[in-house]
């Protein structure tokens, strides 16, 4: 029986295009986004601009558009305010892409809902980046049911776990995705290469790609390498391809640099550099899923439409 991900692939004619970045798209537009939880609140905040982002890629030719779910678990919303009401902020976030999919309906576009370690401390080996919350493994585990429970109210296609950096710290997340009985896909964060020419894990010091993949399950549908610096791309793939999880790989990267609550964005990387990109790592690799994290927008998604993609 065809799994979730191997149909819909199989229907794209073996190379699934998904969407870009969100969170950097309301930056783009003017919003300025929290100093905590950064696109935390704004699907709730801002639920037309979401819907326009949403509706970018599926006119940009993306067939999977993900929830701009990333950073909002409930304890950092709470981080933010306790009587700010998670599941409304969730379920008017979620409906976003729901409507957005409605106005083509006759595109059979799917929605992927997004969940993440976003914000909390130990999610990766250095803590190079903000944290505002130290949960508990069972107060993560019960958030991300709770979570993953109105992506089922909503139905939602598949989950994604993004920015999957550090096995242990990720177990309640997975965990929880694991119990639900959705489809899944795992996206894994990879950082530069150490003195022996290893790929390491996002923000570390020591902890090896290649660890981090041998330690999650196998049974995520496909696996994709995704917010990984394009320098560091070549060598984060080839650790994927030859420790790989999945039937399918895939790549998502970004592009441009973060300092909570801005993108900085690399002007320089024009849709045709992206395409170049894309296309040899596809080829290299052997990859079915492509598309793009944070600093890709809608134009770079539509030039791997019109380059990569049958009509």
Not at 224 to 250: A, F, P
Request: proline content about 3%; charged content about 20%.
């Amino acid at each position: 029986m065809e799994t979730f991900t191997e149909k819909i692939i199989n229907n794209n004619n073996n190379l699934l295009l998904i969407d870009g970045a969100t969170g950097t798209e309301f930056q783009k537009r003017g919003i300025v986004l929290d100093n905590k939880i950064w696109t935390g609140l704004a699907g709730y905040t801002h639920p037309k601009i979401l819907e326009e982002i949403h509706e970018s890629y599926i006119k940009s030719g993306s067939k999977i558009i993900t929830t701009n779910t990333f950073a909002s678990a409930k304890h950092n919303i709470h981080e933010v305010d306790k009587n700010l009401d998670f599941k409304e902020i969730n379920l008017k976030t979620i409906q976003c892409a729901i409507n957005a999919r409605e106005k083509y309906s006759h595109l059979d576009i799917k929605i992927a809902g997004s969940l993440s370690l976003a914000f909390t401390a130990n999610r990766y080996e250095i803590d190079t980046f903000p944290s505002i919350c130290s949960p508990s493994y069972e107060e993560l585990l019960n958030n991300f049911r709770e979570q993953i429970n109105l992506f089922i109210q909503k139905n939602v296609d598949l989950i994604i776990l993004e920015m999957i950096a550090h096995p242990q710290s990720s177990e309640p997340l997975i965990q929880a995705t694991i119990e639900s009985g959705l489809p899944y896909w795992i996206g894994i964060s990879g950082g530069a290469t150490n003195a022996n020419g290893d790929a390491l894990a996002f923000s570390a010091n020591t902890l090896l790609l290649k660890e981090v993949i041998s330690k999650l399950p196998n049974s995520a549908e496909a696996t994709l390498l995704m917010h990984t610096e394009i320098d560091n791309i070549d060598n984060c793939l080839k650790v994927l391809k030859n420790n790989s999880l999945s039937k399918y790989n895939g790549v998502y990267p970004h592009s441009g640099d973060f300092k909570i609550p801005t993108w900085d964005f690399d002007k320089g990387y024009t849709p045709k550099l992206f395409l170049n990109d894309i296309k040899k790592w596809v080829d290299s690799y052997d990859l079915k899923i492509i598309g793009g994290c944070c600093g890709i927008s809608s134009q770079h998604i539509k030039k791997l439409k019109k380059n990569l993609i049958a009509s």
